[in-house]
Each structure stands twice: as structure tokens, then as C-alpha cells.
């Protein structure tokens, strides 16, 4: 069931029976909720051109829980732009938005700064007014997917969030999203979403596809899980040997099989789901997966095709090196929340179990299905212990039950959609783009060759963001 934001209206009329004459009792005031309103408004600190406000939703759109979150919100103050309002969306989940409004609409896209009013909002459970706290989860895993968290720490903030954890899915997302076009006085208006905030921009426009003007899909997760394997990730497990054979393919070339290298490594030592990890945060570092200075790391500590080659021939020195450097955890709460992360992926995903509605006791059983029917070739170069112990499954198996998040019909509206996506990218690989790319009647995808993740943010080139500013400026 999508959450439903409009007002009921009650009216009681009375019909007299006698004389033929028809006798109407005084109509009951219509209870009408007053429209979404934006409060506390006031210039966002270090952020010029942008007022931060205060938008009041429910804690539950369904309106069975009780209470009410109050979520800050950025807004450019070019209130009249040529082409309307653009919602940006960050991704996580876990991430708050406003602080990355002046970069993305000032710094990284100025070109559409100019055309659209750029609007953020810390998405519920995230940013500097209403992180989710959950100290353990936070030390452990920080903002990574596939570290496998402790079962304390998973306990902890269960209890923390207790009957809380039901209302921090997509579902009431899209709720909050509403609410803030609502505030913004605007019908219609354009989302671009990055790595989960596609999943929430394709959600948003698949519940109000008549306030929708524009669709961006940048580092894409699909909407919708037909098949309902990513959370086991099985899609960006095989990404990797593609990713790396490329990137071993580039001048000068490797002159071995990165694949193999890695595929050795899954079977020979007791920590792949770590490996898989390191890969994947090595992406927003170096795109090429071979530079062994990369910024942000000690000079030579870079390059894990090499070190996982080496590690293969007997010296694991530079791999274990690189787990160490790039160990998940400890992220600030305020800028990337892992309780928020937990209770809406648990709340959205479809795991072997089924939702999250199922019970815990039945999740292990169908978890051991996995294991013993999975084929080698779903999860090569990794095995399916992997698959199964990344943190997506790790997480939610010993999650309590909680409200699923309503499912969005499998094809998008037909709303003029670009979908853009690094070929190198392994936290949303380009097959997902792909996948998306068949549920979107009016889509178009651009992919950007030896890129990785975040392409509006991050991409070291302007290919991908001149496709971004032709799409929405043209």
C-alpha cells in the first residue's frame, strides 16, 4: 500500500422522510489538514545562496504510529528558476543531503544551477538533527554495505530503535518527499538521485508519477528486486571479474588473470567477505584499481590488482596491508548513519527469507538454501559464503520483524529518464543499470567508460555530467 497524504473529508447529511420534503442537518466542518509548511528558516551555515528550514512529517504515513520527525531541508534561493525545482537525492542509505548542496548545485553542476532551484533534504534518520545513533553498528561498520556486523552491536540497535525501526524504509521516504514538494509550492518537479537515491527518486516517481517532470538515475540500484538476489549482491559479486579484467586490460597491461588471482584468494582464505569490501571502498579512491599512490592512502599501499596477485603467490603483505587501511567503521553518525542504514535496508530488501516481516526463526533455514542450491557461477570469482555473509544479509537475519515497505510496480511511468553509470563501478555495477534500464519505458542510458561510483560527484572526467546537464538543460 502506498502512503496516502490526502485528506479525508467527512460530511453527515440527513434526509427528512416525511412531507416529501428533504431536510438537510448543518454539514460538520470539514477536517482538512492544513498543507505542509517549511519552519525556522534561516541562511544554511556555509552555504551561500541556500536557507536551511525545518519540515514536520509523520513518523508513519500509514498513520498507525504515532509521533512526528522534523527533517531539515536546504533550498536555493532562486525560487523562480527557468526550469522549476530539482530535488537531489544522496544515497546510503544513511546519507544526510544538506551538506552536500553547495557542491553539487554550485561547485560540480553550476550549469543547471542556473536553470533549476536545487532542494536537499537530510532524508529521515539521517544528518545533524535526527541521525540515528547506534554507537557498536557505528564503530564496526560505518557506511560500508558488506562488512558484516557483530550480532551485539546488531542487538544494540534494535534496542535502541525498538518499535521506531517499522518507519525508516523507502515507503515513508516517499511520504516525507511529497510533503516537501507540497511545502515547496510546486506540482511538478525534477529528482536526481545517486547510488540509493536512485531507488528512492524511481520509488518517489512510481507512487506520484503526475508530480514527476524528470527522472536522473546516476551509480543505479534497481527499484524493484523480481528476482530477489540483491541483497545477496550475487549481481556485484560478478561484476568484479569484469571490472578487473578490464582494468588489467589497460596499457600496460597486467599480463595475468585478475579474476583467477581473486577467485584463488576466495577459496583460500577465510576472509573474502573483507576483500570484497576493501575492493569496493578502493573504488572511490581509484578508479583504475592499479594506481599504488592513490590521494588518501600512504604512498605505495595502493594497487590491489598487484596485491592480490601477490598475495596469490605467496606474499600477502600489500593485500593484508590494504584491508588494515581500509577497514570499515567509525564514520561520524551525523554524516552517514548506519542505524538509518540498517532499518531501511532490512525494511525494503527481499532476502531468501522473504521481508522483513518474516520470522526470524524461518530466516536461517532459507539462508542454508542458499548455500547448498546456489550454483558456483552466480557468485564467481567469490563463493557463496560470501554472498551470504556480506552485511546487506548479515544484518537483517538477526534483524527483528518490522513493517516491509510497500512494493513499487516493477516498470517506471513514462517520465523522460537518463540513467548514467561508471563502467568501473562496483558498489552499483553497470549490469544493475542495465537491469533498471528495462522497467524504464523513456530511459536512456549513458555509461561512462573507466569511471566508478557517485558519477555527478565524483567522476574525475565531465562526460557523464555533460549528459546530466544536455538531459535536463535541453
Known sequence: MRPRLTAVFALTLALASSGGAAAAAAPTAPSVKPPPTLTDSHPCAGQPGFTCSFLTVPLDHRGHGKGELKLQVATADN??????????????????????????????????????????????????????????LQAEVGSSDIEPPSKDAIAECANILGDKRNYFTSEQTTGDLDMFRQALGVHKWTLDGVSYGTFTAARYAAAHPGNTDKLVLDSVLPHTDPQNDDMLYLTGLRATARVLRDACKTAPACGFDPAQDLAWIARHRTDSVLVWDMLVSYEFLDPTYR?????????????????????????????????????????????YSSGLHIATICGDGQFPWGTS???????????????????????????????????????????????????????????????????????????WAKEELGYTPRGQLVVVKGASHSIQNRELGHQGRDAVIKFLNG
Open 291 to 335: 594506481n599504488p599512490n592513490p590521494a588518501g592512502l600512504p604512498a605505495g599501499s595502493g594497487d590491489p590488482v598487484g596485491a592480490i596477485h601477490a598475495a596469490r603467490g605467496g606474499d600477502p603483505t600489500r593485500l593484508d596491508q590494504m584491508l588494515k587501511l581500509l577497514d570499515s567503521g567509525g564514520d561520524p553518525v551525523t554524516g
Open 79 to 136: 525560487a523562480s528558476a527557468p526550469k522549476g525545482t530539482l530535488v537531489f537525492l544522496t544515497g546510503g542509505p544513511g546519507q544526510p543531503g544538506v551538506p552536500f548542496a553547495t557542491r553539487i548545485a554550485t561547485q560540480r553542476l553550476p550549469e543547471l544551477a542556473k536553470n533549476y532551484r536545487f532542494v536537499v533534504i537530510d532524508q529521515r534518520g539521517t544528518g545533524e538533527f535526527g541521525a540515528l545513533n547506534c554507537p557498536k
Open 357 to 431: 516481516e518474516s520470522p526470524v526463526a524461518k530466516r536461517w533455514p532459507a539462508v542454508d538454501r542458499v548455500l547448498r542450491k546456489l550454483p558456483a557461477k552466480a557468485t564467481w570469482p567469490f563463493t557463496t559464503k560470501t554472498a551470504v555473509g556480506n552485511g546487506f544479509m548479515t544484518e537483517c537475519l538477526s534483524w527483528p520483524r518490522s513493517q516491509h515497505s510497500a512494493e513499487p510496480p516493477e516498470r517506471l511511468p513514462a517520465v523522460p529518464t537518463l540513467l548514467v553509470n561508471g563502467d568501473r563501478d562496483l558498489s552499483t555495477p553497470l549490469e
